[in-house]
């Protein structure tokens, strides 16, 4: 954010499954004032995957009035899928609004549960929970014909075999 004033908006989602280890790193940089800068990423893991998350907030002396998010949320779909969080800040103004969280969960077994009361097998529950978690990621793309590629791209995910 080199730029005063300036906006930015990130946002990632991942499915892993099989033995897939996805490595992500972030570095928001902040060196001009009154800037913001929010990031949201999101992982839905399945077999033995792996995810690791990195991400460093870095607001310089004169990014006064910094304003920064960085959140980082996992959904485990099995026993063996294991997520690592790594936020990080590093903040060197006084008069900031800076923070960074990160969550690992597995599915919402009382949601599944409820889903599967109405007839809906464990596997479609499973992904329209997903779908349900990655949805405020996919608000954030402009573009409605991109929308609807992520959405069928992570659809494909659930219809592979878990390796």
Same mark, same amino acid.
Do not use: W
């Given at each position: 954010?080199?730029? +005063?004033?300036?906006?930015? $908006?990130?946002?990632?989602?991942? @499915?892993? =499954?099989?033995?897939?280890?996805? %490595?992500?790193?972030?570095?928001?940089?902040?060196?001009?004032? =009154?800037?913001?800068?929010?990031? /949201?990423?999101?992982?839905?893991?399945?077999?033995?995957?792996?995810?690791?998350?990195?991400?460093?907030? @870095? @607001?310089?002396?004169?990014?006064?009035?910094?304003?920064?998010? $960085?959140?980082?949320?996992?959904? /485990?779909?099995?026993? #063996?899928?294991?997520?690592?969080?790594?936020?990080?800040?590093?903040? #060197?103004?006084?008069?900031?609004?800076?923070?960074?969280?990160?969550?690992?969960?597995?599915? %919402?077994?009382?949601?599944?549960?409820?889903?599967?009361?109405?007839?809906?097998?464990?596997? +479609? +529950?499973?992904?329209?929970? @997903?779908?349900?978690?990655?949805?405020?990621?996919?608000?954030?793309?402009?573009?409605?014909?991109?929308? #609807?590629?992520?959405?069928?791209?992570?659809?494909?995910?659930? $219809? $592979?075999?878990?390796?």
């Amino acid at each position: 954010m080199e730029g +005063a004033g300036g906006r930015v $908006q990130l946002a990632a989602l991942s @499915v892993t =499954n099989g033995e897939q280890v996805i %490595d992500s790193r972030s570095l928001q940089v902040h060196t001009a004032p =009154n800037a913001t800068s929010d990031l /949201l990423y999101k992982n839905a893991l399945l077999g033995e995957s792996k995810t690791i998350f990195a991400g460093m907030i @870095v @607001v310089e002396p004169a990014a006064q009035k910094t304003d920064a998010y $960085q959140t980082n949320r996992n959904l /485990l779909l099995s026993k #063996e899928a294991e997520a690592i969080a790594l936020p990080g800040l590093e903040i #060197e103004a006084n008069d900031v609004k800076c923070s960074h969280g990160a969550t690992t969960a597995p599915i %919402d077994e009382t949601a599944a549960f409820y889903l599967q009361s109405r007839g809906i097998s464990r596997p +479609a +529950a499973e992904e329209l929970l @997903v779908f349900g978690f990655f949805e405020e990621v996919i608000e954030r793309v402009a573009y409605p014909e991109l929308a #609807e590629h992520l959405r069928t791209v992570v659809s494909k995910k659930f $219809q $592979q075999p878990t390796l």
